[in-house]
């Protein structure tokens, strides 16, 4: 209702604070996504292991009345439904991104599965940082109600982004994940670094999850991920495999889902499943512009079968 | 291929897939064999079971298609649910046009409308492969969820049936050009249109020169590129046949089972539709006998759910597992020296 006061400003005011709401379970799937594909295997499963955080950290958070260990136990759950997709995928002849859409549907079955008599308790929210401190107008102020996760996430794309090009693992990943051959030739143990690069990345996309039903939206019903652990997958393709422009991404498409519940906040309630399939249409869009039919993309890891 | 390597393999799957399951149940406090019997009791026990088996199995063969079809070019498609869908509300909006016509003439016209719409809905995303790079798996997933919020915006405003009150769906089409049962079993046409489907892609991918193309492409695409096969045109096609597959599916169950587009569309038969595909290694005759037997698993599910007090995710859990464990089976081939043929033979 507020928001039709201030109009479109409302609108953008609340697309930028939805933006930065709704972006963290992007952004640790995105960066986990990229952990695993650094490493030369794609995981399409991760919206399996999203659910499943979401899901495990809830559970917790409702029998212990700690959302912290919660988002700590989602992100076990997510390690340990990953080294699933990890250990399939090392058995020879196995297609990693079948396997990932298997994960993906017994993932998700198996949180709803375990999950449902978790649907009416509720749990404790994960605290919240108040940075609009410094502005009089409540929209602000709600805009920028951030969650430490939110910050934790950046400080990860950043730390991610520095180990992968300055640290030893960060190479031997690399390695791993552009020529395999090479990789041998050195003595490196392939299977067992996408085994950890997988596991990695489920951790973090299990801490994702965890955001989703313990602070944004905050609760746990079958309908709380709506293919955001698919997109993210999708769009570190457009981040090119870079951690910090994981980041960026994320924003962008936090503010896509966020537009269909601005609007309808500002009374524009025509078209809302239009509004809705937003970030559907602009995932594909940014694919189509992105993708190139001739060569691989710049910053591909050599060795992963998406992008060829 | 080795047939009997493939069954074995997939029956070995089956039985793992089941056995891991009684133990879940056994850790509830369920006798593992009570399940196991309310399974077969819900599935292919009694002639109404078998019944709902086949009503189930019916749009699976088609959804399968979806993903079969362009396996053999070498794409990997998942947008069987999307298809479905798509073809579900062409086949209603083309119900609208030709009302009054005679029956004939109106179900093959919606059924075409239908097939139309889930060809084209694929074969999009093989264009986009082709020309733009784009990865299939990933288009073709996000169509899905495309295809059903497009759904529901219209079943909700333009297309929306208001004098339904109880549930949100589109207009129903004319009442008499719904399609009825098959005779002798009370299972509607759509499986007659399941089978003959299979079996007419059967022969095209088994036994034509395009289909013979198309093993080539996807066995090596380099091998393709040489012999100067057009490509482009043959995924093109294949993603076509796929999706037209699908959407067929979505025209059955408006004309055979619903009569309107709603969310009971969306009920994953694309999806499970994957998994007959991978269980059938792209075989579309196999596919016949697979999708029975899953839409066995779907028929049942309601049973076991009500019998043991499960939840309704149960079925999905079931799935995934066996997908799971039919893809780690892939290993196994090549592997047991019973299927091999003996060294004397060969040599």
């Known amino acids: 209702m507020e928001g039709t006061e201030l109009g479109w400003w409302g609108v953008l005011i609340a697309v930028i604070g939805g933006a930065i709401r709704v972006s963290t379970p992007y952004l640790f799937v995105s960066l986990g996504e990229t952990l695993t594909e650094k490493s030369g295997r794609v995981n399409l499963g991760l919206e399996g292991v999203l659910v499943m955080g979401a899901m495990s950290g809830y559970a917790t958070a409702v029998l212990t009345g700690q959302p912290w260990l919660g988002v700590l136990v989602a992100g076990c759950a997510g390690a340990l439904l990953s080294l699933v997709h990890a250990l399939v995928c090392s058995l020879p002849r196995v297609n990693d991104i079948a396997v990932g859409i298997a994960l993906f549907i017994f993932g998700t079955g198996l949180a709803f599965f375990l999950g449902k008599p978790f649907i009416n308790p509720s749990a404790p929210r994960l605290p919240d940082l108040d940075l609009g401190w410094w502005s009089d107008s409540p929209h602000i102020q709600s805009a920028l109600q951030i969650s430490p996760l939110f910050l934790f996430g950046f400080a990860l794309a950043l730390f991610l982004a520095w180990a992968l090009k300055n640290t030893r693992w960060g190479l031997v990943l690399r390695t791993v994940g552009d020529s395999s051959e090479a990789a041998q030739a050195l003595g490196y143990n392939i299977t067992l670094v996408r085994i950890a690069g997988t596991v990695a990345g489920g951790f973090l996309a299990g801490v994702g999850g965890s955001y989703l039903s313990l602070y944004f939206p905050g609760t746990w019903n079958e309908g709380l991920s709506s293919g955001q652990g698919l997109m993210a997958v999708a769009l570190v393709i457009f981040a090119r495999w870079d951690p910090v422009r994981c980041f960026y991404a994320s924003l962008l498409f936090g503010g896509a889902t966020a537009l269909g519940p601005a609007l309808q906040s500002a009374g524009v309630t025509a078209n809302y499943y239009l509004y809705g399939a937003a970030p559907y249409f602009l995932t594909l869009a940014v694919l189509i512009y992105s993708a190139s039919p001739r060569k691989a993309l710049e910053g591909a890891p050599g060795e992963v079968s998406i992008s060829r | ?347």
């Open chain 2, 1 to 347: 291929m080795n047939s009997v390597e493939a069954v074995a393999i997939n029956a070995a799957a089956f039985v793992i897939t089941l056995a891991l399951f009684g133990i879940y149940v056994a850790t509830l406090g369920h006798n593992p064999l009570d399940v196991y019997y309310v399974l077969w009791l819900g599935s292919f026990a009694r002639q109404i079971s078998i019944e709902s088996t086949l009503t189930n199995a019916a749009p699976l063969m088609l959804t399968a298609l979806c993903t079969a079809i362009p396996a053999r070019a070498g794409l990997l498609v998942i947008g069987g649910e999307g298809a479905l869908v798509v073809g579900g509300v062409a086949t209603v909006l083309a119900g609208m046009l030709v009302a009054g016509a005679p029956f004939l003439v109106g179900v093959t016209f919606m059924s075409l409308a239908g097939a139309l719409a889930g060809g084209l809905w694929i074969a999009f995303a093989g264009a986009l492969r082709q020309y733009r790079g784009v990865n299939e798996t990933i288009s073709t997933l996000l169509l899905n969820y495309i295809a059903i919020a497009v759904m529901y915006h219209l079943i909700t405003g333009p297309m929306r049936d208001w004098e339904r009150v109880l549930k949100t769906s589109s207009w129903s089409i004319p009442d008499a050009l719904r399609v009825g049962a098959l005779p002798v079993i009370d299972v509607h046409w759509g499986l007659a249109a399941g089978i003959v489907v299979c079996l007419i892609l059967y022969v095209v991918m088994r036994r034509t020169t395009f289909g013979f193309g198309v093993d080539v492409l996807g066995g090596n695409p380099r091998a393709a590129q040489m012999a100067g096969l057009p490509i482009n045109r043959m995924v093109l096609i294949c993603c076509f046949m796929g999706g037209a597959a699908a959407g067929l599916a979505g025209a059955f169950e408006v004309t055979a089972v619903h009569g309107f587009a709603s969310e009971s569309l969306v009920v994953g038969f694309g999806y499970a539709g994957i998994l007959v595909a991978f269980l059938s290694r792209q075989n579309p005759a196999a596919i016949i006998f697979l999708a029975i037997i899953l839409g066995g698993v779907a028929a049942s599910g309601g049973l076991l759910q009500r019998r043991f007090d499960l939840p309704d995710a149960t079925t999905q859990v079931l799935q995934g597992l066996l997908f799971m464990i039919v893809l780690a089976s892939n290993a196994a081939y090549g592997r047991l020296n019973v299927f091999q043929p003996a060294a004397w033979r060969t040599a």
